[in-house]
C-alpha cells in the first residue's frame, strides 16, 4: 500500500518543480500603443480696426486647433493673411463691416508671426511650444 503513495508523491514533487520554473520563466513585455491627446481647440477672436489688428498680440499654444473669428470694423474691404501659415490660413479680402471664420491648426512655433492686412504688417500671432517633437531632446 506504500507503494501507490510514493508515486503521488513523486507525482507532486514534479508539479511542484515544474510549476516553480514555470512561474520564474521572464514574461514577454507587453506593446505598447503610444496615446496621442488631441489637439486643444481654441476660439480666437481679432478685428481690423484702421488696417490695424486688435489685439495688436496674439499667442496659442502649439497643435492647437484655432477657430479664428475675424472682424473688419473698416469701411472698406481688407485682405488679412498670416506670414508664416499661408499654406494653412487662406488670405482672402473681408468685406467691410462683416466676419470671416477661418480654421487652421498651429502647429509652428514662434513668436514672430506677423498679421498682414493688405500686405502691410498689422499684428503679432505667437505659438508657444517646443520646435521638438514630443518624445525627443
Same mark, same amino acid.
Given at each position: 500500500m506504500t507503494h501507490p503513495y510514493r508515486w503521488l508523491a513523486l507525482a507532486v514533487a514534479i508539479g511542484a518543480v515544474a510549476l516553480a520554473l514555470f512561474a520564474s520563466a521572464p514574461k514577454p513585455t507587453p506593446r505598447l500603443t503610444p496615446v496621442t491627446a488631441a489637439a486643444p481647440a481654441e476660439s480666437l477672436g481679432i478685428e481690423i480696426v484702421s488696417g490695424a489688428v486688435r489685439p495688436e498680440r496674439t499667442a496659442v499654444a502649439k497643435g492647437s486647433a484655432i477657430t479664428l473669428a475675424?472682424?473688419?470694423? /473698416?469701411?472698406? !474691404?481688407? =485682405?488679412?493673411?498670416?506670414?508664416?501659415?499661408?499654406?494653412?490660413?487662406?488670405? /482672402?479680402?473681408? !468685406?467691410? =463691416?462683416e466676419t470671416r471664420i477661418r480654421q487652421f491648426t498651429a502647429d509652428r512655433p514662434g513668436e514672430d508671426f506677423v498679421w498682414l492686412v493688405d500686405g502691410a504688417p498689422a499684428g503679432i500671432f505667437a505659438v508657444a511650444g517646443s520646435h521638438l517633437e514630443e518624445g525627443h531632446r
Amino acid at each position: 500500500m506504500t507503494h501507490p503513495y510514493r508515486w503521488l508523491a513523486l507525482a507532486v514533487a514534479i508539479g511542484a518543480v515544474a510549476l516553480a520554473l514555470f512561474a520564474s520563466a521572464p514574461k514577454p513585455t507587453p506593446r505598447l500603443t503610444p496615446v496621442t491627446a488631441a489637439a486643444p481647440a481654441e476660439s480666437l477672436g481679432i478685428e481690423i480696426v484702421s488696417g490695424a489688428v486688435r489685439p495688436e498680440r496674439t499667442a496659442v499654444a502649439k497643435g492647437s486647433a484655432i477657430t479664428l473669428a475675424v472682424r473688419n470694423r /473698416d469701411d472698406v !474691404p481688407r =485682405r488679412l493673411s498670416l506670414a508664416g501659415y499661408e499654406d494653412r490660413l487662406p488670405s /482672402d479680402a473681408i !468685406p467691410a =463691416r462683416e466676419t470671416r471664420i477661418r480654421q487652421f491648426t498651429a502647429d509652428r512655433p514662434g513668436e514672430d508671426f506677423v498679421w498682414l492686412v493688405d500686405g502691410a504688417p498689422a499684428g503679432i500671432f505667437a505659438v508657444a511650444g517646443s520646435h521638438l517633437e514630443e518624445g525627443h531632446r
